[in-house]
Nanobody, 122 residues
Framework: VQLQASGGGLVQAGGSLRLSCAAS????????MGWFRQAPGKEREFVAA????????NYAGSVKGRYAISRDNAKNTLYLQMNSLKPEDTAVYYC????????????????WGQGTQVTVSS
């Protein structure tokens, strides 16, 4: 299984970025997908998740209203649209796949990508 995250970069506060995660080696449409992030010196935290068909979505409170998770099962790709970015959003962002549930959970992920760096300057 490979999860290849991309789209990170340096952006000013208030700006936007769109992350992508290309999945291979798994039946993408049968996995709940999630985004997590880890800032320097902090533990990895849940950002957003989307269920199999995209109908179930879950966000961390810190990003709700600013981020939007989506998926294209035909392209085996997960997305994270990030708007109104803040310096505290700076982190390495990881995509992950969960084989065990159809709901947008924040735990139990068994496949992880390598991460993409997002840096938000003030």
């Amino acid at each position: 299984v490979q999860l290849q995250a991309s789209g990170g970069g340096l952006v000013q506060a208030g700006g936007s970025l769109r992350l992508s995660c290309a999945a291979s080696g798994l039946t993408f449409s049968s996995h709940t997908m999630g985004w997590f992030r880890q800032a320097p010196g902090k533990e990895r935290e849940f950002v957003a998740a989307i269920g199999w068909s995209g109908g179930g979505i879950n966000y961390a409170g810190s990003v709700k209203g600013r981020y939007a998770i989506s998926r294209d099962n035909a392209k085996n790709t997960l997305y994270l649209q990030m708007n109104s970015l803040k310096p505290e959003d700076t982190a390495v962002y990881y995509c992950a796949a969960n084989s065990y549930t159809i709901v947008p959970t924040d735990r139990g992920y068994n496949y992880w990508g390598q991460g993409t760096q997002v840096t938000v300057s003030s």
